[in-house]
């Protein structure tokens, strides 16, 4: 089965500073790769996903992932932080086997003015 | 906003009661899928209908029960409520039974006191 690790439950980076989220996977087959992202009091929403095609995959707001089969990760990053950026971020692989997401702990992001 | 509708937004109960949870999916989707959201369990997924037939439990108490209506919307009922259920439920829904990206409402919180 799929799954992904998050490395960091809680990441802060001052206003216009490099974001980086770190997620790696463990998966037998090429998986299928999402960054979903959940603003406070909402729910959870697609940044962006890998599905084998480009590995470089642009996203909204701003954010974009790079997938790296040779280091099994797949962070997200974002040149320049805004405030609106604060929230909580969630990486997930699609399981083939159940055909289910499965979600990382989350890694909640500070923007620091 | 995602089009996936959840009602109540917040609902607070006591130890044994029960409460229904209710979910409008998104125009067009099938599949509905309810996750848990707590803190110290992350996001769960809990079981997903398509088309008003079950076709995948997660890790659903026997406590819990779904159902998806003929027209599509779905209802998570919790009974015998313990502190433990307190926690956010989303619901999820998507076009495709094994769906890859899913589309989040924004979650009822339920507080068991």
């Known amino acids: 089965a799929q799954s992904v690790t998050q490395l960091g439950s809680h990441v802060s980076v001052s206003e216009g500073a490099l974001v980086l989220l770190r997620c790696n996977y463990s998966?037998?087959?090429?998986?299928?790769l999402f960054w979903y992202v959940q603003y406070p009091n909402q729910g959870l929403q697609l940044l962006l996903k890998y599905t084998s095609a480009a590995t470089l995959v642009k996203g909204i707001n701003g954010f974009e992932a790079e997938f790296k089969k040779s280091e099994t990760s797949f962070h997200l990053t974002k040149p320049s932080a805004h405030m609106s950026d604060a929230a909580e971020y969630f990486c997930a692989v699609y399981n083939f086997g159940n055909e289910k997401l499965t979600f990382g702990t989350g890694t909640r992001l500070t923007i620091i003015p | 906003d995602s089009g996936v509708t959840q009602t109540p937004k917040h609902l607070i109960t006591a130890t044994g009661q029960r409460v229904t949870l209710r979910c409008s999916p998104r125009?067009?989707?099938?599949?509905v899928y309810w996750y848990q959201q707590s803190l110290d369990q992350g996001l769960q997924f809990l079981i997903q209908y398509y088309n008003g037939e079950e076709r995948a439990k997660g890790n659903i108490l026997e406590r819990f029960s779904a159902q998806q209506f003929p027209d599509l919307h779905s209802e998570l009922n919790l009974s015998s409520l313990e502190l433990g259920d307190s926690a956010l439920y989303f619901c999820a829904s998507s076009v495709a039974p094994s769906g890859t990206e899913l589309f989040f409402g924004e979650g009822s919180r339920l507080t068991v006191l």
């Open positions: 125009s067009g989707d099938l599949s």
């Open positions: 998966s037998s087959v090429p998986p299928y």
